[in-house]
């Protein structure tokens, strides 16, 4: 536990009494999964596929293969400029410049002088939070102390030290507004799903939408900062669904596949047999192909959900999960990360379990793929909750359209398996409760007195 766990009242965290806030063909190596193929041809997405290795706790919704081409035209060739660039162009794509958090050479730990830059200083009451960030670490050393200081363009003695952390996503993405609120990079998709949400059974689940502000000429989205008011919280990033690329990303790279030598760099320091000898000799590969080994590595293809970053109420922080893929280590980590407190585990249950209910009858989720979302779980002195963040990827389906979420996802169908996860992350939450405690968690509705 903290320190100091100074009682904070129902406002503090943002949440109302009621206990509901508004606010060539060559087969990759991989883990024991099913196989995510590359091929120099552009083929649909087989329609069955083999089932994942690794034992689900359910029945595993099947990721199929899906092949997409890695060296343009079947030919190697040299990377070209526009290949380095991410990108394809398209409704959804944000501005991809910015390298993603969980992207290699990012610093864990930033001086407070390093954050106070001059156009920092002269920026009209926001701060930028682009080195405050976790960090990835490696393996053997694998907790590692971060500083999270939002800095106001203040005088300096009246520097303020915010607990403010970002365990995944891109750099640069996220600005500290007026207190309470933060501001994410513009995305229209993301707003016009804030939008669709004020009116929808999931409003009290995620971040209160404060609408557009403009800043230095660049739009954001101002939303509720899920962590103000909290002395060291502890927070969790758990991205959501059975795949984190939209199928539109897989049409785009057949139609016009952009090698990237910065996620072949990513996959080759996590996994040097990872690449194809193709991608190996192109050294480079499509985005989608690196979106497939990722979701493969980890627990996303075989459970519908994975960890991308814990951060500690002392101020530790990782992000090294792109290999944590087993149940057991999953089940190892919830426990270190609530540091073995049943009730905080049940309060989280309590949590999910509302959120489950909620998505059941979500006219938002029943209309939209929901592709790359997390649930950001957060917990400090012996409270806890769950909110849903990130709608960058989501998509709303054509018009007549729906999708069941728990379903196994074929190209085609968009169905994205999210309440599979969701389903999975419970049963997992639940086997960490119970291990060791005798207790039972099924069934248990907490009805404390609890401010949120
Ligand atoms: N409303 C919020 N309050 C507090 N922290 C937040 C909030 N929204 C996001 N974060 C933090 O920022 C991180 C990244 O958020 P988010 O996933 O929205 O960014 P992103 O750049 O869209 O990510 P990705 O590239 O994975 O799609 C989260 O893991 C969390 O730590
Ligand atoms: O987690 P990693 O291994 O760092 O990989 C990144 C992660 O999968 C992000 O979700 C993705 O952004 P999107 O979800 O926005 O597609 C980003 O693509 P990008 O490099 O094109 O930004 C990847 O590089």
Same mark, same amino acid.
């Given at each position: 536990?903290?320190?100091?766990?100074?009682?904070?009242?129902?406002?503090? #965290?943002?949440?109302?009494?009621?206990?509901?806030?508004?606010?060539? !063909?060559?087969?990759?190596?991989?883990?024991?999964?099913?196989?995510?193929?590359? =091929?120099?041809?552009?083929?649909?997405?087989?329609?069955?596929?083999?089932?994942?290795?690794?034992?689900?706790?359910?029945?595993?919704?099947?990721?199929?293969?899906?092949?997409?081409?890695?060296?343009?035209?079947?030919?190697?060739?040299?990377?070209?400029?526009?290949?380095?660039?991410?990108?394809?162009?398209?409704?959804?794509?944000?501005?991809?410049?910015?390298?993603?958090?969980?992207?290699? %050479?990012?610093?864990?730990?930033?001086?407070?002088?390093?954050? +106070?830059?001059?156009?920092?200083?002269?920026?009209?009451?926001?701060?930028?939070?682009?080195?405050?960030?976790?960090?990835?670490?490696?393996?053997?050393?694998?907790?590692?102390?971060?500083?999270?200081?939002?800095?106001?363009?203040?005088?300096?003695?009246?520097?303020?030290?915010?607990?403010?952390?970002?365990?995944?996503?891109?750099?640069?993405?996220?600005?500290?507004?007026?207190?309470?609120?933060?501001?994410?990079?513009?995305?229209?998709?993301?707003?016009?799903?804030?939008?669709?949400?004020?009116?929808?059974?999931?409003?009290?689940?995620?971040?209160? @939408?404060? $609408?557009?502000?403009?800043?230095?000429?660049?739009?954001?989205?101002?939303?509720?900062?899920?962590?103000? $008011?909290?002395?060291?919280?502890?927070?969790?990033?758990?991205?959501?669904?059975?795949?984190? @690329?939209?199928?539109?990303?897989?049409?785009?790279?057949?139609? !016009?596949?952009? +090698?990237?030598?910065?996620?072949?760099?990513?996959?080759?320091?996590?996994?040097?047999?990872?690449?194809?000898?193709?991608?190996?000799?192109? !050294? %480079?590969?499509?985005?989608?192909?690196?979106?497939?080994?990722?979701?493969?590595?980890?627990?996303?293809?075989?459970?519908?959900?994975?960890?991308?970053?814990?951060?500690?109420?002392?101020?530790?922080?990782?992000?090294?999960?792109?290999?944590?893929?087993?149940?057991?280590?999953?089940?190892?980590? #919830?426990?270190?990360?609530?540091?073995?407190?049943?009730?905080?585990?049940?309060?989280?249950?309590?949590?999910?379990?509302?959120?489950?209910?909620?998505?059941?009858?979500?006219?938002?989720?029943?209309?939209?793929?929901?592709?790359?979302?997390?649930?950001?779980?957060?917990?400090?002195?012996?409270?806890?909750?769950?909110?849903?963040?990130?709608?960058?990827?989501?998509?709303?389906?054509?018009?007549?359209?729906?999708?069941?979420?728990?379903?196994?996802?074929?190209?085609?169908?968009?169905?994205?398996? @999210?309440?599979?996860?969701?389903?999975?992350?419970?049963?997992?939450?639940?086997?960490? $409760?119970?291990?060791?405690?005798?207790?039972? =968690?099924?069934?248990?509705?907490?009805? =404390?007195?609890?401010?949120?």
């Amino acid at each position: 536990m903290p320190k100091e766990c100074r009682r904070k009242s129902s406002k503090d #965290f943002g949440f109302s009494g009621t206990g509901i806030s508004d606010g060539g !063909r060559v087969e990759r190596r991989t883990a024991g999964r099913s196989p995510q193929i590359c =091929t120099e041809h552009i083929q649909k997405a087989a329609i069955v596929a083999a089932p994942p290795a690794a034992p689900a706790l359910m029945d595993a919704p099947l990721v199929p293969q899906v092949t997409i081409t890695s060296d343009a035209g079947g030919t190697s060739r040299e990377i070209q400029e526009e290949d380095l660039d991410g990108a394809v162009d398209g409704t959804l794509r944000r501005k991809l410049s910015n390298s993603s958090i969980s992207s290699t %050479g990012s610093s864990a730990v930033e001086s407070e002088d390093d954050l +106070l830059s001059d156009t920092e200083t002269q920026s009209k009451g926001l701060v930028t939070l682009e080195h405050l960030v976790c960090a990835e670490v490696s393996e053997s050393k694998a907790w590692k102390k971060l500083k999270t200081y939002i800095r106001w363009p203040l005088q300096a003695s009246q520097k303020k030290k915010v607990n403010w952390v970002q365990l995944a996503g891109h750099k640069g993405n996220f600005k500290a507004a007026e207190e309470g609120t933060i501001l994410k990079k513009l995305s229209e998709n993301e707003k016009k799903c804030f939008e669709d949400l004020q009116n929808d059974a999931l409003v009290h689940f995620v971040p209160r @939408y404060q $609408g557009i502000v403009e800043n230095d000429g660049e739009s954001f989205v101002q939303m509720t900062d899920l962590l103000a $008011g909290l002395d060291h919280p502890n927070v969790m990033d758990c991205k959501m669904g059975v795949r984190t @690329y939209l199928e539109e990303e897989l049409v785009r790279a057949r139609d !016009r596949p952009k +090698l990237r030598e910065d996620l072949y760099k990513k996959m080759m320091e996590v996994d040097r047999e990872g690449p194809t000898p193709q991608e190996h000799f192109q !050294r %480079g590969i499509t985005k989608p192909c690196y979106m497939q080994w990722r979701d493969s590595m980890s627990s996303t293809n075989t459970l519908g959900f994975r960890i991308e970053g814990i951060k500690k109420y002392d101020g530790t922080c990782r992000t090294d999960f792109k290999k944590t893929r087993s149940k057991q280590d999953i089940i190892k980590l #919830f426990k270190e990360f609530v540091e073995e407190d049943v009730s905080i585990i049940k309060s989280y249950l309590e949590r999910l379990r509302a959120i489950r209910d909620a998505l059941k009858i979500s006219v938002f989720f029943k209309k939209h793929e929901v592709i790359g979302s997390s649930l950001l779980f957060i917990h400090v002195c012996g409270r806890a909750n769950v909110w849903m963040i990130d709608f960058g990827k989501t998509s709303a389906l054509p018009e007549g359209q729906t999708l069941r979420h728990d379903v196994p996802w074929q190209e085609g169908n968009r169905e994205d398996g @999210y309440l599979w996860g969701l389903e999975n992350l419970i049963l997992t939450l639940e086997a960490a $409760g119970n291990e060791g405690s005798g207790e039972e =968690t099924e069934n248990n509705s907490l009805t =404390t007195d609890r401010d949120f």
